[in-house]
């Protein structure tokens, strides 16, 4: 049998932990041996195979799973309460100036100020919602 199946079979081998407990130090060998497979088709020997395999191998674990960990522990970025609200559309439900109003916002009637004093929203019109400040929303 050539020495590339074995390497397939070798990157097999190690796709099964992966599965099993979800550590993906494992792909990264398989990856490893996936290369030294290509290497073994191209016709390269075995001491060019497992050199390339540990090569690949290592280079995946000391350049990839840094970043990989930094991705896993970071998490999703989900925006809560005021910080939700930054950025989102809402509509002028009374007339909004420098000196107050009211807006929809998420379904609810929100104090709201505009951000530039001289800047007046007619009801109906869209702003968005710049920055909380207190119970107020800051609008543009």
């Known amino acids: 049998m ?25 792909a990264m060998f398989a990856v490893g041996a996936l290369v030294a497979a290509g290497v073994a088709a191209l016709g390269g020997g ?24 930094r991705q896993l522990e970071k998490g999703p970025q989900v925006k809560m ?27 609810e009637i929100w104090s709201a100020r505009a951000l530039h004093p001289g800047q007046v929203y007619e009801p109906g019109q869209q702003v968005d919602v710049v920055e909380i400040q207190g119970a107020t929303a800051l609008v543009v």
């Open 81 to 107: 309460g005021i910080e939700a609200l930054q950025g989102a559309t809402a509509v002028v439900a009374e007339t909004v100036d420098g000196e107050g109003g009211r807006i929809k916002l998420n379904g």
């Open 46 to 69: 075995v001491v060019l195979e497992t050199l390339t395999f540990v090569a690949v191998s290592a280079a995946m674990v000391v350049f990839v799973r840094p970043i990989a960990r």
């Open 2 to 26: 050539d020495s590339w199946i074995w390497w397939l079979l070798a990157a097999a081998g190690l796709g099964i932990p992966l599965v099993l407990t979800a550590v993906p130090e494992f």
